[in-house]
């Protein structure tokens, strides 16, 4: 059973302050919660920590914004209609307060605010000591997962530990020194994560999660020892028996098989109705991305689609007993999701000829499938969708740990981590089909398994940075002959979103990124 964690904002409200026409009084409301009266019990804590876990809920963290990676990337494309959302994935905004950027900002640094008050505040609650340590572990990967998502999107940002203060004005530290602070806060949280959680706690952020999360920042700085040390903890260590590849790759996008062996962190979506996307009794809890990249129809508005060169990538090879790649069935709406053609491919309840014939402008086109709920009843999606965001998966996990060994120089080491990945496919080994790879050869290759695998799930963006493609003109013409969105493409300035313009407005500390 999906199991949502519920989380409580009194801690954040605010001391109420009477004003009179000839002097001004601070008198505590004696009835309102607020920091000075807050954090006394581990209820206190347990409601505090549940309150960072609830940013995971709002539209710039993993319910909405995240998503827009995808089409950002060269396997998609803005096929919106509202101009504004086209802006952020054809490198063309000049709008810096829109808000599928600004929340992603400010969605994040909520976050933060509220895990450094459980960091800062928890541990002076008398209550039991193991709980303690694990609510202030958990904070602190939350908060670093936070971070990950700033300093990946927007380069300089602030780096906030301490208390805030509404007049605050932060200045920007480099990359570097916010890896710094996540690679601690992450190894600090792994020291007292637990393994697994009972059901009642599902979904909590685990040890595995920490140690993924943190080699996911070290390969994505190059340093490939240090990811190497931290991912093996799940692949050869202590957690090796943990987790595991489910049999069908698609149990991976579906209600029915969320929190499974192959899920290392996973947001616990409910698709409860709700009213807002703030912090209220109401809020939404679900998983809002299928409205938008789902194919056109009712309450489906077709914003982001994929690019056919994806298709490709899945034609390449095919199984040892000669079908095409399963994975592509999950990964895509096209004219043959269904291998027998568009007669037999089924889009939200009818086939696509049926709705994307020959003539229709969509007849040619491609749509992200990966947790489509495009099996409810009435085919149609909504803002309050069910379906739990794997954030990171097993197989992600295997695929970092081959490229950091690889890196390393030991390929020949490598070979087995993507073997696993290739067989649960029904691919033959890479050890049979391509022997001998040079280093420089299998991260191609390795460039080549990622998008098999993992296409729509938020990574590309990352990859493609960790690659160098967006510092380097000759791989940005490669990007162009696959997503002409590219054309746009500045480097120095598309690398990373601009930083609100609200934010510039009011901080003089704060410097906007080059170009905007």
């Known amino acids: ?25 601070n008198i505590p409301n004696p009835n309102a919660t607020d920091e000075s009266n807050f954090w006394k019990t581990g209820t206190d804590a347990l409601a505090g920590i549940n309150a960072v876990y609830g940013i995971n809920y709002r539209q710039g963290t993993y319910a909405r914004s995240i998503f827009w990676d995808n ?24 709008d810096y307060n829109f808000d599928q950027t600004a929340n992603l900002w400010y969605n994040n640094y909520q976050g933060i605010y509220r895990a450094n008050q459980v960091i800062i505040n928890v541990p002076g609650i008398t209550m039991d000591e193991t709980l303690k340590k694990r609510y202030v572990a958990e904070a602190k ?87 190497a040390d931290a991912l093996s903890w799940l692949v050869t260590g202590p957690g090796a028996t943990n987790y595991s590849l489910v049999a069908n790759f698609g149990d991976n996008f579906i209600e029915t098989t969320e929190n499974n062996r192959e899920s290392v962190f996973e947001v616990q979506f409910n698709g409860r109705s709700s009213v807002t996307d703030i912090d209220d009794p109401r809020s939404n809890l679900g998983n809002q991305r299928g409205p938008f990249k789902a194919p056109p129809g009712p309450l489906r508005f077709n914003d982001a689609q994929m690019r056919r060169w994806v298709i490709g990538e899945f034609e390449i090879e095919k199984t040892v007993d000669g079908k095409r790649d399963p994975r592509l069935f999950y990964t895509a709406f096209f004219d043959s999701t269904d291998v027998r053609g568009p007669d037999f491919s089924i889009i939200y309840g009818r086939t696509f000829n049926e709705q994307y014939g020959p003539g229709d402008p969509h007849h040619n086109e491609v749509w992200y499938r990966k947790y489509a709920d495009d099996t409810r009843p009435n085919h149609d999606e909504t803002f309050e969708g069910p379906i739990n965001l794997r954030v990171i998966r097993y197989a ?39 022997p001998n790879l040079s280093q420089g050869a299998f991260l191609q290759q390795l460039m080549h398994e990622r998008i098999t695998e993992l296409t729509g799930e938020d990574v590309r963006w990352n990859d493609l940075a960790r690659w160098g493609y967006f510092d ?18 500045k480097i120095g300035k598309n690398n990373y979103l601009p930083i609100p313009q609200s934010e510039t407005d009011i901080n003089p500390n704060l410097k906007q990124n080059p170009f905007y």
Request: charge should be positive.
């Open 1 to 25: 059973m999906k199991k949502v964690i519920k989380y409580s904002l009194g801690f954040l409200l605010l001391t109420a302050i009477s004003t009179s026409c000839k002097k001004s009084l």
């Open 71 to 94: 089409p950002r990337s060269d396997d998609g494309w803005a096929s919106t209609g509202y101009p504004p959302l086209a802006t952020i994935i054809n490198f063309t905004q000049t």
């Open 141 to 227: 990967f939350l908060r670093a997962i936070f971070y990950y998502n700033l300093v990946t999107h927007f380069g300089h940002i602030p780096l906030i530990l301490t208390k805030q203060n509404t007049t605050d004005l932060p200045s920007q530290e480099t990359p570097e020194n916010v890896y710094l602070q996540i690679e601690k806060d992450l190894t600090e949280a792994a020291a007292d994560l637990p393994a697994s959680y009972p059901n009642a706690d599902v979904g909590r952020v685990t040890k595995g999660a920490a140690f993924a999360q943190l080699g996911k920042a070290y390969l994505q700085q190059h340093k490939n020892q240090q990811a």
């Open 396 to 434: 992600d996990v295997l695929l970092m740990y081959a490229e950091a060994l690889n890196n390393l120089g030991q390929t020949t080491t490598a070979y087995q981590y993507v073997d696993r990945v290739r067989q649960r496919a029904g691919l033959a080994r890479l050890t049979d089909a391509k």
């Open 472 to 489: 380097d003109q000759a791989k940005i013409n490669e990007l162009k002959s696959r997503d002409v969105e590219f054309n746009n493409f």
